[in-house]
């Protein structure tokens, strides 16, 4: 069955302490990997695409990057206003041909002062 | 700017009411999608709707409905509330049935007492 997983659940840094958020996926004929960003309260705003095996995309202290079975999203030099629950989504396929994002848990990060 | 508009932010509902979600778009979308996020559970596909008058079920449909009578517009009926459909409630688009980026709503906060 596909499937999206995120890891860790939580994270907390220090502001400027770098880490990487995982999602690994299993399903067939990737259309995107998605990652979005959530506040509390809010909907989940949108953040980057990633096509292909290799590729990689950047947005000021955010970069992406996709492997065969796996994207991490790579924080360098945190600030505390990072602190947001990050989710990445795949794409399946239905059984009438239309293609429906499929949600990871969420990783939630706190970037401390 | 992109935008997607729901209908009330919180409500609190009584067991057995008939409760209405509406989710409005205004950039044409083709997809609109509703989902239900609960902690620790992330975001759960209720149904969602490629063209208007069409939908189709996402994974958890139990309890609810849909309505699309108009492309901007996509409803979530819940026909009598019952207290495990207390959740939060998110609509999203997206440009077209292929793939591409969701655009949510802010989210609607049910309570059903």
């Known amino acids: 069955e596909d499937q999206v997983t995120q890891s860790p659940e939580a994270l907390r840094l220090q502001e400027g302490e770098s880490s990487s958020l995982n999602c690994s996926y299993t399903v067939s004929g990737l259309r995107g990997l998605f990652w979005y960003r959530q506040d509390p309260g809010k909907g989940p705003e949108f953040l980057f695409t990633?096509?292909?095996a290799g590729e990689e995309k950047e947005k000021e202290r955010l970069k992406a990057t996709l492997t065969k079975k796996e994207s991490f999203l790579h924080i360098t030099a945190p600030k505390p206003e990072d602190s947001a629950t990050y989710l990445c989504?795949?794409?399946?396929?239905?059984?009438?041909?239309?293609?429906?994002?499929?949600f990871g848990r969420g990783t939630s990060l706190i970037v401390h002062p | 700017d992109v935008k997607v508009t729901q209908s009330s932010r919180y409500l609190v509902k009584r067991t057995g009411e008939k409760v209405f979600l509406e989710c409005v778009q205004d950039?044409?979308?083709?997809?609109m999608f509703w989902y239900r996020q609960d902690p620790g559970l992330g975001l759960r596909l209720i149904y969602f709707s490629y063209d208007v008058k069409m939908k189709e079920k996402g994974d958890i449909p139990e309890g609810y409905s849909v309505s699309r009578e108009k492309k901007e517009r996509f409803s979530l009926i819940l026909e009598s509330a019952s207290t495990n459909q207390t959740s939060m409630y998110l609509c999203?688009?997206?440009?077209?049935?292929?793939?591409?980026?969701?655009?949510f709503g802010e989210g609607s906060r049910l309570t059903v007492l």
């Open positions: 999203a688009s997206s440009l077209s049935r292929g793939a591409g980026e969701l655009f």
């Open positions: 989504a795949v794409h399946k396929v239905t059984s009438g041909g239309s293609y429906i994002p499929t």
């Open positions: 950039m044409d979308h083709e997809n």
């Open positions: 990633l096509y292909s």
